[in-house]
């Protein structure tokens, strides 16, 4: 399995700048001296793995949770370009929801990453909590998978202090229908008696029962019934290669 990134960030007094050649706009934010530490802060992509089949399109969450007075943020999305295909990239309603805000984006394909950044406008102060920063929209080209690699992240407070938190990453699995699991836990290109009996211990389940989880949710209706345990036995002893 591919390794997660994990990071804490703690620097002193620098410039921080999201140079954007496209548009020829930048974003600067100017970080003082401080170590704001808090081992809740995190930002991380939403699911930490991801089933999907050969050219289906999805999206994944970028989420922060225990963060307190957060005026902006940046990040890079590392990927597969071979495996995903970007679509789009939304910023997501965390910041937005209550004050306006400048929301940039550039599309690194050839290094196959994502350059993402977002800051309030005003002499306001942050917003606490949890909740979305940003969307981003891919679709699977080929089997395999496919490391969601989050690193070179920033979050910085509305004094413009850079807070020290964890980033964590995830994993796209671009597989059979079906296919939700294996030996340890994670799908393994094929499709047995496993996954099926996988889909079974979470039928009936629907948000937010404790059991659901949507990779189970083979067609996507909200529900894992009947329909899904019938695509993977549709499947049965399909694998790749």
């Known amino acids: 399995m591919p390794s997660h990134k994990l990071k804490h960030t703690t620097v002193g ?16 934010l100017i970080i003082q001296q401080q170590d704001i530490s808090s081992v809740e802060t995190t930002i991380l992509v939403s699911r930490s793995n991801v089933n999907v089949r050969v050219n289906q399109t999805f999206a994944v969450n970028i989420d922060v949770s225990g963060v307190s007075d ?13 495996t995903l295909e970007l679509v ?30 977002c800051t309030s406008l005003g002499n306001i102060a942050g917003v606490n909590g949890n909740g979305t920063i940003a969307s981003i929209e891919f679709r699977s080209l080929s089997m395999g998978n496919c490391t969601l690699d989050l690193y070179d992240t920033k979050l910085v407070s509305s004094n413009r202090q850079l807070m020290s938190h964890v980033a964590t990453g ?3 699995f671009v597989t059979i229908q079906g296919d939700v699991t294996g030996s340890n836990g994670y799908p393994d290109f094929k499709v047995d008696m496993r996954d099926i009996g996988a889909i079974c211990s979470k039928f009936g389940a629907t948000p937010p029962s404790p059991k659901w989880d ?4 083979i ?5 894992i019934n009947m329909r899904d345990i019938g695509i993977a036995c549709s ?6 290669p």
């Open 13 to 28: 007094l620098f410039f921080v700048s999201l140079m954007f050649p496209l548009t020829g706009l930048a974003i600067t």
């Open 70 to 82: 957060l005026y902006g943020w940046a990040f890079k999305l590392g990927y597969n370009t071979s």
């Open 88 to 117: 789009n990239v939304a910023e997501g309603s965390f910041l937005n929801n209550s004050r306006d805000t400048y929301f940039v984006s550039k599309v690194m394909s050839t290094d196959g990453y994502i350059l993402v950044g």
């Open 170 to 172: 995830g994993v796209v």
């Open 214 to 217: 949507p990779n189970y949710d």
């Open 219 to 223: 067609n996507d209706d909200g529900i």
């Open 235 to 240: 499947n049965f002893g399909k694998h790749y």
